[in-house]
């Protein structure tokens, strides 16, 4: 990637890691419910899977390239399905109350989220087929980014996380509004997955 596409990079990183998406929201849902040192956990397992799905988009983009761009169509229309399912679940959660967090706020909650995450998986591809592969083809460029790829969109959902903590009180007071919200983000996520695609 030129020197001069640094700035443009860090804004699409950003701007892509900080909207709401089914990472952050499950952060701040975890902080919600369960308080900051158990969405912590949860936020270790979003870092492993964004690991795993970054490097995976490195191998598929340098066996696949430019035809990549065929199949994100079609993985789009997945991934608004899922948004779909998990703003269901979202708007149709109740109170955690005395729910044991360990069950469904740990590390594999985490994982599994950002590995079936589409947001993730189109922000990796599209970050290696925008920055790296018009300029180089090579494998050590494609790892070189998806290596650093996972230190932008965790470290936004951490950003989630200490907003959930600050906001436990408001929330339990007004939870089906909120959950409504946040639901309602997803499903306009989902939206612009499709309408973009």
């Known amino acids: 990637m030129p020197v001069s596409l640094i700035p443009s990079f860090i804004f699409f990183a950003f701007n892509s890691g900080i909207t709401p998406g089914p990472a952050n929201l ?13 969405a912590l956990k949860q936020w270790r397992g979003l870092f492993a899977g964004f690991w795993v799905v970054a490097l995976a988009s490195a191998v598929v983009s340098y066996f696949l390239g430019n035809a990549l761009g065929t199949y994100v169509r079609y993985m789009s229309y997945v991934g608004a399905a899922y948004l779909i399912w998990l703003a269901w679940h979202i708007w149709k959660s109740t109170d955690a109350g005395d729910a044991d967090p360990s069950k469904s706020c740990n590390f594999w909650t985490g994982f599994l989220v950002n590995l079936t995450n589409v947001k993730v998986i189109l922000y990796c591809i599209t970050a290696l087929g925008s920055y790296v592969l018009p300029y180089s083809q090579s494998f050590r460029s494609l790892l070189g980014l998806a290596v650093f790829l996972p230190f932008t969109g965790p470290m936004c959902n951490l950003v989630w996380i200490f907003a959930g903590t600050k906001l436990r009180a408001l929330f339990r007071e007004h939870r089906k509004l909120l959950n409504g919200i946040m639901a309602l983000s997803l499903v306009l996520c989902a939206i612009s997955i499709v309408s973009y695609s």
């Not at 952060?27 to 158990?38: H, V, W």
Request: aromatic content about 8%.
């Open 26 to 38: 499950c952060s701040l849902s975890a902080a919600l419910n369960y308080g900051r040192d158990q």
